[in-house]
């Protein structure tokens, strides 16, 4: 069950909330970008980066001297979204349009990770994520590459999700005009690989079909 604070409580379509964690978890494995808020002396900025999830944790990475990573890595309240569209819902009204989308916010403050090998393992476990089998294959990270990477994470301890999928919400008036209606849907598609030119001949192609079942485009 998702937590329920003054700063997660849905107010607007409350009806759209979701409780459990595994619509959160779901949201954050798909998407694998949020957009995080900082607050520094320019004003309030809001960066986009990728993040992944590890049990009831998520992490960002970057290069050490990252103003978002600088910033957060002392302990900020910030706050991170997670968005995946849909698709259009196409009403008879011009007020009733709307779109499906699945949503996450998150409320927080992030860690520094500290040891070179558990950074070590928590990239791998990305790469697996979007790539599974990669890092039995690949050059893994040497210390002088984790040493100048920054690893942060933080809890999923205090998040909101809303999801929209109840289709044209038409006034009763409306839905004998003459006008189509329904649902234009929007899908994210994943592959086919495409090889760098330089690729000596006779490498395998991989496989990463298993990562993305239900999205994976021959």
């Known amino acids: 069950m998702l937590s329920n604070t003054s700063r ?7 009806h759209k909330a979701v409780l459990d964690m595994e619509h959160l978890h779901a949201i954050i494995d798909e998407s694998l970008i949020a957009h995080i808020a900082i607050i520094n002396e320019s004003g309030p900025i809001v960066i986009p980066m990728l993040a992944w999830r590890v049990k009831e944790h998520i992490y960002i990475h970057g290069a050490n001297n990252s103003r978002l990573l600088r ?4 302990g900020m309240q910030t706050c991170l979204t997670f968005t995946l569209f849909d698709g259009w819902v196409l009403a008879r009204s011009a007020f009733h349009h709307s779109a499906h989308y699945r949503s996450a916010v998150v409320f927080g403050q992030f860690e520094k990770v500290e ?3 558990e950074k070590n393992r928590l990239l791998n476990h990305f790469i697996e994520q979007i790539a599974p089998g990669r890092t039995l294959e690949i050059r893994l990270s040497n210390e002088r590459e984790l040493a100048a990477t920054m690893l942060l994470r933080m809890p999923l301890t205090e ?15 409306d839905v004998d005009k003459p006008i189509w209606a329904g649902v234009l849907p929007y899908r994210t598609v994943v592959g086919p690989l495409q090889a760098c030119e330089d690729l000596y001949d006779g490498i395998e192609q991989p496989d990463y079909r298993s990562a993305y079942p239900n999205r994976w485009q021959e």
């Open 71 to 74: 910033s957060l890595k002392d």
């Open 8 to 14: 997660t409580e849905v107010k607007k379509a409350a």
């Open 115 to 117: 040891d070179n090998h």
């Open 159 to 173: 998040a909101s999700v809303k999801i929209s999928n109840f289709g044209v919400n038409d006034d009763a008036e």
